[in-house]
């Protein structure tokens, strides 16, 4: 691994949310907020929670990590929800553009949200857990739109690097 590679996995991880947010934003307001007993619950909780553990994890990596992740009501719309996630997007390629290849190896210490001290290995399996939790609710959001009749797209890598060959 190399921190250039984590700047295009951050990079397709971007393009990825960005077409399951075009999906998320034809919904209506009842399909979105829609209660539903899958995983973290309605399409707006599911976001919510995507674009709070990303915050949470960009914190943890610069070594100030937040308390929790926001709950839905933090942000009770759309445009609430896009305003502070372009705002997390922006500090996560700001971190990643700054990576050098020697930071990957770089040791990750931090407070859980249960308050237990955890010790992730390497920076790298830092920004893996943020990427990999990202693509996981990616695509629980995508069948909750999908179970609520709205329309779904791919977000496989291997459309991002058709559109953006390395």
Not at 42 to 70: C, D, F, K, Y
Not at 105 to 130: F, P
Not at 149 to 161: H, K, M, N, R, W
Request: charged content about 25%; hydrophobic content about 35%.
């Amino acid at each position: 691994m190399n921190a250039a590679y984590f700047r295009r996995l951050f990079d397709y991880n971007y393009w990825a949310h960005q077409r399951v947010w075009d999906c998320v934003m034809k919904l209506s307001e009842e399909q979105f907020t829609r209660p539903c007993d899958y995983s973290i619950g309605s399409v707006h909780a599911q976001v919510v929670h995507t674009m709070g553990a990303e915050l949470l994890w960009l914190t943890r990596v610069q070594g100030n990590p937040i308390p929790r992740i926001p709950p839905p009501q933090d942000y009770p719309t759309r445009e609430a929800i896009r305003t502070k996630w372009d705002e997390i997007e922006q500090e996560w390629r700001r971190f990643v553009d700054g990576l050098k290849d020697e930071d990957l190896e770089k040791r990750i210490e931090y407070v859980s949200v249960a308050g237990n001290t955890r010790r992730v290995s390497t920076m790298c399996d830092s920004l893996m857990q943020t990427l990999n939790h990202s693509t996981d609710h990616r695509a629980q959001i995508l069948s909750l739109i999908h179970q609520l009749g709205g329309e779904t797209i791919a977000q496989d890598l291997i459309f991002y690097t058709w559109e953006h060959p390395a």
